[in-house]
């Protein structure tokens, strides 16, 4: 389908980004400079796709929320798992680079006419090096934190909805963490741990999203900017299939 080719042809340097200005409601995108970058030591642990996948899940949640492109990490190319996601029968995964640039990126599934995840705007890290040699302001304006870090900012947010409804309710739309540095770089607080563990996201198996977590998080997309991201039905039905597909991956 003509997402899956998408998805592809990104992975592969070869799709045109101002194609995607010609259908810009079809697609859900922060449209901001401001990037969250996911260190690739998160996965250096895992040990399938799965796992890989429901760190995509919360990576891409957190980058809609704080309204910034994710850059989604490489895959450990020596792993088995990630040489299965490579093979045509599965296809979750290419290489892509050549020399010391080679990298096996991740590929959102399914590959067909329904956007899911390749209708969320990312980047791969591949694409966050070379933004790094062409633009100053990408390697200086940088932060550094840990996911213990960003737990604590995001506090107040998580526990409105750890809450019963009503007082969630009555938290009265709790504020995200303002972060004003143009590259945000998330990395690990120890190895082995469960990275971004703090976002629940189990309750997005459901399209439905009535729990409190996914409707906290809908009323955000939802509301207009600058509070929210201001995102349409059909725009939010794509975040609600992509969340779907990767909290309940079994690859």
């Known amino acids: 389908g003509q997402w899956g080719r998408r998805g592809v042809m990104r992975a592969l340097g070869v799709w045109n980004d101002k194609a995607d200005l010609v259908a810009a409601d079809a697609w859900v995108s922060t449209r901001s400079d401001a990037l969250l970058v996911v260190d690739h030591l ?6 399938s796709m799965r796992e890989f996948d429901l760190l995509a899940s919360r990576a891409l949640l957190l980058g809609l929320l704080l309204k910034r492109r994710v850059v989604i990490p490489p895959l450990p190319c ?3 798992w990630s040489q299965k996601a490579m093979e045509p029968s599965h296809l979750r995964a290419l290489e892509v680079g050549c020399g010391p640039d080679k990298q096996c990126v991740w590929l959102p599934m399914p590959h067909f006419k329904e956007a899911w995840c390749s209708g ?5 890290d591949i694409d966050y090096q070379e933004l790094l040699r062409r633009d100053a302001d990408a390697r200086s304006d940088v932060l550094n934190t840990t996911d213990a870090v ?3 900012r995001f506090g107040a947010f998580t526990r409105a909805a750890d809450s019963s409804a009503a007082a969630a309710a009555a938290a009265a739309q709790p504020a995200l963490p303002s972060l004003t540095q143009r590259v945000l770089r998330l990395s690990p607080d120890a190895a082995g741990a469960t990275p971004l563990d703090w976002l629940p996201v189990s309750d997005f198996r459901s399209h439905a999203w009535k729990a409190p977590f996914p409707r906290l998080v809908r009323q955000h997309l939802e509301d207009a900017p600058p509070a929210g991201l201001g995102l349409t039905p059909p725009q939010l039905r794509i975040v609600r299939d ?10």
């Open 78 to 80: 020596d792993k088995a």
């Open 242 to 251: 992509c969340m779907h597909s990767l909290v309940t991956s079994n690859d």
């Open 150 to 152: 960003m737990r604590e």
């Open 42 to 47: 998160f996965s250096r642990s895992f040990t």
């Open 120 to 124: 969320v705007d990312f980047l791969y």
